[in-house]
């Protein structure tokens, strides 16, 4: 895998993958199993390829909870996926 | 003209032990469509699938059916493109990259004409809710349509189909994940200019035309005339309801959504369980604004199960030939190229060579590297060796490699972002094994058991399964007889 960090749901507890260009926005999250959006830094444990980091710390950016109007365009893949 | 409720009775009619039926009603978006598609895998069957009353996403049973795994076989891909299943390893491959090769025009029909304006539904009515959506895996967030939306370049007029995934997000919104590919290169078009993108998702169609869509034409050829080649078929368009003569849409389809790709809007979408058999992590995506719906009165819901045959045989199948085509000019002993199942059809190349002079096992690996950026290992092996037989191939490295000498690393690659063993983001490590026997030394020869001997005592007419009685002696075959009568003085047993 490229580069993922692992977010813990704030609700049911689910961990799931999630792509660093989501990080660099500060979006909210979506919970795959309960279905729950939340900000990043209500996650209680958040782990990346570097080792664990917490919520609160300098890799937040964004309002917590917001979703801009017009979000920066995500760095594409230089390469191909799937097919 | 491509039907596919044609296609499933005559396959059916022709391949019954490889079509199952389920009758009783599932929930597809409690993954009960791929639970009991994953337990027909476990016991090694990859059967074509025909759910006759699954739920719909407001949970009562869908008005239409559900067919699946038409593609985990690929006795089936070629009984799509009108081939005998007997052909359906190296031939069909052959086939296949013969008909991506030509164009034949598409065939625009009226209304009346189009089966898949049957049923138009605009507005509020377009509801994604009817249809037995998918959810495949624990961690996909939502049920998802996997299969080709359609879009046109806005400079050139071309049309692009791929199959992309497709997350629900409410009755009139899917998000979309897109690769920096053609329809990708499309919606940057529209997205520079401040436009929406119009997109047409085939949803469901004969597997001729899905098969069509995996071709490799160059960016800016119109996939409809060589999805109609690779059909052996004009294809048939229609005027779509949006956007009329302006985009048209395959007439035959059974289901086609129409929508728009609004300019510069990203949300959240996956993680989605991908074809490596691991998933692909949450992303920021596009989304798609439902604007109306197409379907046949008849019409059956199709999906494809990602992560698995289904999926796996369509990514590999049509690059077969086009590695082969490209190897053949350099090494002309080449026999044939695979990607196999357990490379996930991606990944791993195996080719098989009747090779002449030492060097070119790696002159063949250096093709397939340089033509397909997602092949990480290659494994090249003499014309003996069997190239869509794991075992053959794996008896092959094991009697024909000394490590030291028949595997080539190289680093810093182009690679694929969703293999998980990549620790770039770009960048991965290939591998050459030349599985090859040497041509300038003597190598110990495969042992055979002679062809003639095997005609002399043909497996079904000398072989009882235990439990069979034994046939009373007026009933042996004509033509058997004491053993030593028929040996030919060529089989005598040699002195030790």
Known sequence: MAQIFNVTCPGCRGTFPVHPELWQAGYDLLCPFCGRMFPQEESPRIVTGTGEQRPGSAWRGGDAGSTP?????????AHAEGM | MLDLREFIARYEADQPDHMVHVDRPVDPAAFEV???????????????????????????????????????????????????????????????????????????????????KQVVQRGDDADLRQFPIVRHHHMDPAPYIDMTPVMKDPDTGAYNAAYLRMMYKGPRKLGLHMSPRHNWQITRKHEERGLPTRVAIVVSHHPAFFLGTLNVAPFGEDDYEVIGSIAGSSLRLVASETWGDEFLIPADADIVIEGEIPPNVREVEGPFGEFPGTYGPQRLRWVIDVTAINFRHDAIYQDVFVGHADDWIQGGLPKEARIFNRIKGVVPGVTAVHLPVSGVCRLHCNVSIDKKVDGESRQAAFIVLGEVDMIKHVFVVDKDVDVFDDRQMLWAIATRVQADQAIDIIRNAKGNTLDPSQTDPIMTTKMIVDATKPVQRPFSERILVPQEAKDRVPMTEFVRESGVPVPA????????????????????????
Do not use: W
């Open chain 2, 473 to 496: 002696m007026g009933d042996a075959v004509a033509g058997t007889g004491p053993v030593s009568a028929t040996v030919p003085p060529s089989a005598a047993i040699p002195e030790a």
């Open chain 2, 34 to 116: 791929t639970a009991v598609l994953q337990q027909l895998e476990d016991v090694g069957r990859a059967p074509m699938a025909l759910f006759h009353r699954p739920r719909n996403l407001f949970g009562e049973v869908s008005r239409f059916p559900l067919v699946t795994n038409i593609y985990a076989e690929r006795g089936r891909c070629a009984h799509a493109l009108g081939l005998p299943v007997s052909q359906a390893k190296f031939p069909l491959s052959l086939e296949y990259g013969r008909r991506e090769q030509q164009r034949i025009p598409p065939t625009v029909v009226s209304a009346a004409e189009a089966p898949v």
């Open chain 1, 69 to 77: 109007a017009r979000p920066p365009d995500p760095q594409p893949d």
